[in-house]
């Protein structure tokens, strides 16, 4: 089993941070690429950013200069570092992980799991 866990949502005003954290656990070989993505209420999941095990970075634009996205191998955790934080950031952010596990000697198929979610709202 695979476990993503996300934290750092909260509540915070217009040009603040938040630093979100999500931390994969379980029977893990192998991570390739890492993501955030958000939803906000009546819209469609959207990409964030994602990053992949060499460190290469894409952004969504309309997030580009304003958040950065890292991730500790060591750790099995991506962060995703929001500045500037406007109001129409507020959604639900997930993240995902492309997870390679394994199950006692075997090597199970590579496949991506997704974290619970954690709230941001940018609210004065």
């Known amino acids: 089993q695979v476990q993503l866990v996300e934290s750092g949502g909260g509540l915070v005003q217009p040009g603040g941070s938040l630093r979100l954290s999500c931390a994969a656990s379980?029977?893990?070989?192998?991570?390739?690429?890492m993501g955030w993505y958000r939803q906000a209420p009546g819209k469609e999941r959207e990409l964030v950013a994602t990053?992949?095990?060499?460190?290469?970075?894409n952004y969504a634009g309309s997030v580009k200069g304003r958040f950065a996205i890292s991730r500790d191998n060591a750790k099995n955790t991506v962060y995703l570092q929001m500045n500037s934080l406007k109001p129409e950031d507020t959604a639900v952010y997930y993240c995902?992980?492309?997870?390679?596990?394994?199950?006692?000697?075997?090597?199970?198929?590579?496949?991506?799991?997704w974290g619970q979610g954690t709230q941001v709202t940018v609210s004065s």
């Open positions: 379980g029977s893990i070989f192998s991570i390739n690429a």
């Open positions: 995902n992980a492309d997870v390679r596990p394994y199950s006692g000697s075997y090597f199970l198929q590579a496949r991506t799991y």
């Open positions: 990053i992949t095990s060499g460190g290469s970075t």
